[in-house]
Each structure stands twice: as structure tokens, then as C-alpha cells.
T-cell receptor, first 114, second 113 residues
């Protein structure tokens, strides 16, 4: 069965600083990988996804993530944090085995300090 | 497109009462998912449907929980009887295919007192 580990339940950065949110996955078959963002009192919104092809994927709001098979990682980055990026971020994995539905990590809450 | 629509947005009920949560998926999406979100357990998959058929309900915590999808445009999640530990945010999501990811509704915040 697939699983996702997000390192760091809380990350705090200064406005304008690099954002790095870590995600490692476990899957016995090639996975699809996703990042979602959740703002307070809202549902989850898709930021970006990796299915096949180019390992560096770009998403909305200036975020990007790189699929590294050798490291089983899919870390989310943004060069310069904005106050509006403050939210909770979830990494998710899907694979053609097991429950065949998205499995989510425990989430990372991003704080952006002025 | 109006997205995935859930109702009600908030529900407060007394222990022992029946609660019904509703979801309208995006037209054309053939998969529908019910998730529960709590601080302690994060996002848990409860059940999902493909083409209105329940595929995996192994996440449904107890027999008190049941879900139906009578047609492609409507699904319900019912809790009977409700208990305080059922308090959570319940999300419905739909998908046109796994590679596309899911579109989530805004959720129903359930409080059982």
C-alpha cells in the first residue's frame, strides 16, 4: 500500500524567503503525486500534480515540485514567500494498487512572517 | 462550473440524532469520494464510488455510517445514531480520473453535542 510522510507539521518563513515543504512517499509501483493547499474553512485545492513525463512540475501561485524517484521525494518549493501563501499544504499519492484512491499526508502548516 | 457542492456547511446536532450530509459532484466526473478531517487523524478516506457503485468502504468507521449514490449527480453520507466523536469536517470530492486529481467541496463541519 502507498503512504506519504510530510516532514514538519509547521514551517515558518519570512516574507520573500524560500519555501520548502518536504514530502516522501512509499509505493511499490510508479505513483501519481499531488500537492493540495487548504485555506482556513475551505476545501482542498489542487496546486500541482506529477503523473508521468517531466519530473519538475509547475503549479499555481508560483509553486513547483520535483519528483525524485531515487529519493522517493516530491518536495514543494516556491522561491519567494508571500503572506497569502499562509495555509496548510497536503501531499498525496495515488498508485495502481491497493485502495486506488488518494492517500494524504498529515499536512504542513505554513506561516509567513512579515 | 459550480464545483463540488456540499450541504449543509455547518451542522450541530445532539448525540443520538441522525445526520445526513449531501454532495453534488461535478458533472461528468465518474468518481466520488467522502473524506473526514480531524486534528487527530488528519484526512481519512471513508468510502468512494465509481460510476455510482461503492468500490471501497473499508474506511467507514462503524455500521452507524452509511453512504449512497443513487445517481451520478448526488450522494449522501448518513450517520445514525451520531456520537460526539463523529465531530469533524466531512469533505466530498469528485474526479474524472485519478491522473486529474480530485476537486473538493467546501466541506460540512459537523458538531455532535
Amino acid at each position: 500500500a502507498q503512504s506519504v510522510t510530510q516532514l514538519g507539521s509547521h514551517v515558518s518563513v519570512s516574507e520573500g524567503a524560500l519555501v520548502l515543504l518536504r514530502c516522501n512517499y512509499s509505493s511499490s509501483v510508479p505513483p501519481y503525486l499531488f500537492w493540495y493547499v487548504q485555506y482556513p474553512n475551505q476545501g482542498l485545492q489542487l496546486l500541482l500534480k506529477y503523473t508521468t513525463g517531466a519530473t519538475l512540475v509547475k503549479g499555481i501561485n508560483g509553486f513547483e515540485a520535483e519528483f525524485k524517484k531515487s529519493e522517493t521525494s516530491f518536495h514543494l518549493t516556491k522561491p519567494s514567500a508571500h503572506m497569502s501563501d499562509a495555509a496548510e499544504y497536503f501531499c498525496a499519492v495515488w498508485a495502481e494498487t491497493g485502495r486506488r484512491a488518494l492517500t494524504f499526508g498529515s499536512g504542513t502548516r505554513l506561516q509567513v512572517q512579515p | 462550473d459550480a464545483g463540488v457542492i456540499q450541504s449543509p456547511r455547518h451542522e450541530v446536532t445532539e448525540m443520538g440524532q441522525e445526520v445526513t450530509l449531501r454532495c453534488k459532484p461535478i458533472s461528468g466526473h465518474n468518481s466520488l469520494f467522502w473524506y473526514r478531517q480531524t486534528m487527530m487523524r488528519g484526512l481519512e478516506l471513508l468510502i468512494y464510488f465509481n460510476n455510482n457503485v461503492p468500490i471501497d468502504d473499508s474506511g467507514m468507521p462503524e455500521d452507524r455510517f452509511s453512504a449512497k449514490m443513487p445517481n451520478a449527480s448526488f450522494s449522501t453520507l448518513k450517520i445514525q445514531p451520531s456520537e460526539p466523536r463523529d465531530s469533524a469536517v466531512y469533505f466530498c470530492a469528485s474526479s474524472a480520473g485519478q491522473g486529474n486529481g480530485y476537486t473538493f467541496g467546501s466541506g460540512t463541519r459537523l458538531t455532535v453535542v
